[in-house]
């Protein structure tokens, strides 16, 4: 996370106070390890530091044979010592906290300013592959979970995150549910899963919901709660070895198109209005791209239209879907974009 983002003078203040403590408790250790060592001629360096640290943390193992001197000089440094030593470790516990705290603040100011993003509820496997696939689209993402050592994973891996309660409406405002183009719910718990989707349809009637469902009762649930798209992964899995074995040629295309190195791939393409491929027919941006076949055109209001002809006309809000090259499909996705859009990503 970048410093720039941090509370002004907040962080730098108490670093300071920080390292001024531990200064001063090593101040302390120096001192009298010295002036044991002045008072005691016969003291080795490691003896006078060893008495010195025993006597700051009041452990006290015995008075080592010390002078009368060495005692009044250990009493003083016993009333320093403690205090000193005292005040460092609040000053630790409070930087600690202080500093989980405006982590929490920076990173909520991060996701304020993200819009058409993905919220991502659990990171367990699942999770991490799908916020993996949404990097790899450039698609940005929120993670909300529970478990502060998914979140640290999370952060560490780039990703912009919250912990807390995926069922909490407050939580999934924190994370930009009203701004966000798509929420998954992913967490283990069906239940959980069936609740989110109740909390983000209301959040956010037009939200695309994707979520897990472990049972297909809970699947029915989930689609009577609003959810747009229930996948159970057992039986993805089932489908997917069926056909496998089935349709191995078939089975061995679909696996190749998801491969981001591969030499195929589908996708779909959204036209936005202002855009490029506004107004173009398949057939006129075949001349510009042939290396893609259109394979259906989702348009609002009239359903799907497979296997679109050649004067079929692009029009805003069309959903493509396409097969052909990555890169033709990657330079068909920057057409689709307002023309302003892809001149304020040219600047930034």
Not at 8 to 21: D, K, N, W, Y
Not at 130 to 157: F, G, K, N, Q, Y
Not at 177 to 206: H, K, M, Q, W, Y
Not at 239 to 262: C, F, W, Y
Request: hydrophobic share 40%; glycine share 8%; net charge neutral.
């Amino acid at each position: 996370m970048s410093s720039s983002l941090s509370l002004p003078g907040t962080e730098h203040h108490e670093s300071r106070v920080l390292m001024r403590a531990i200064a001063m408790s090593c101040g302390v250790v120096l001192v009298g390890t010295a002036g044991f060592m002045l008072i005691m001629p016969k003291w080795t360096l490691w003896r006078a530091l060893y008495f010195t640290l025993i006597t700051i943390t009041t452990v006290g193992f015995g008075d080592e044979g010390i002078s009368e001197a060495g005692q009044k000089f250990a009493a003083l440094l016993l009333v320093i010592g403690i205090g000193t030593a005292t005040w460092t470790l609040l000053m630790v516990v409070q930087y600690a906290v202080s500093y989980q705290f405006d982590w929490q603040r920076r990173m909520k100011k991060m996701i304020k300013t993200t819009s058409d993003h993905i919220v991502v509820c659990g990171f367990g496997r699942i999770g991490r592959t799908i916020c993996e696939e949404l990097a790899e689209s450039s698609v940005p993402c929120v993670v909300i979970d529970r478990d502060e050592d998914r979140i640290a994973e999370a952060v560490a891996s780039g990703y912009l995150a919250i912990i807390g309660d995926t069922t909490n409406e407050q939580i999934l405002r924190d994370a930009g549910l009203e701004r966000a183009r798509g929420i998954v719910c992913v967490t283990s718990s069906d239940a959980e899963n069936v609740f989110i989707t109740l909390t983000a349809r209301e959040l956010n009637p037009d939200i695309m919901i994707a979520s897990r469902a472990n049972a297909e009762s809970s699947a029915r649930r989930m689609e009577h709660a609003g959810a747009s798209l229930v996948v159970s992964p057992f039986l993805t899995a089932g489908v997917d070895l069926a056909r496998a074995i089935v349709k191995p040629h078939l089975a061995e295309l679909l696996r190749n198109s998801q491969r981001s190195d591969g030499d195929f791939a589908l996708s779909e393409v959204r036209v936005e209005s202002g855009s490029k491929l506004e107004g173009q027919t398949p057939r006129s941006y075949g001349q510009e791209e042939d290396c893609i076949s259109f394979i259906a055109i989702k348009r609002e209001g009239e359903g799907t239209i497979y296997r679109p002809g050649g004067q079929e006309t692009f029009r805003p809000h069309d959903i493509i879907i396409a097969a052909g090259v990555p890169d033709a499909l990657a330079r068909m996705s920057k057409t689709a974009r307002p023309l302003k859009a892809k001149q304020q990503l040219a600047h930034a």
